[in-house]
Nanobody, 126 residues
């Protein structure tokens, strides 16, 4: 069992930056594929970025490539999402999630992630 808690959301102007953090409970954090998802009002929950258990592989949705960076600190059971050059279309509730499946198998489907945080709101104004 893993419990996840996001922090770091807020309101920024376009072009600004935010860093989201996700703290995980438990002693097996390093075995999970971790992902950041986001959900805007009226839209589905979509993957933003994911990272392999040891942090050696990452993947991003095209719309954030080059602007967002996912990283993890297994010693401190934390995964991060550094968001730069934010745009109004990045506005959403951001969730971190953990998958027991391997990095390649878990992929981008939220249905394959087993544990979720409560979400943190990110609002980008133009």
């Amino acid at each position: 069992q893993v419990q996840l808690a996001e922090s770091g959301g807020g309101s920024v102007q376009a072009g600004g930056s935010l860093t989201l953090s996700c703290a995980a409970s438990g002693r097996t954090f390093s075995i999970y594929t971790m992902g950041w998802f986001r959900q805007a009002p009226g839209k589905e929950r979509d993957l933003v970025a994911r990272i392999s258990p040891r942090g050696t592989m990452t993947d991003y949705v095209d719309s954030v490539q080059g602007r967002f960076t996912i990283s993890r600190d297994n010693a401190n059971n934390t995964v991060y999402l550094q968001m730069n050059s934010l745009k109004p279309e990045d506005t959403a509730v951001y969730y971190c999630a953990a998958a027991r499946l391997g990095y390649m198998t878990a992929g981008s489907s939220p249905h394959l992630y087993d544990y979720w945080g409560q979400g943190t709101q990110v609002t980008v104004s133009s």
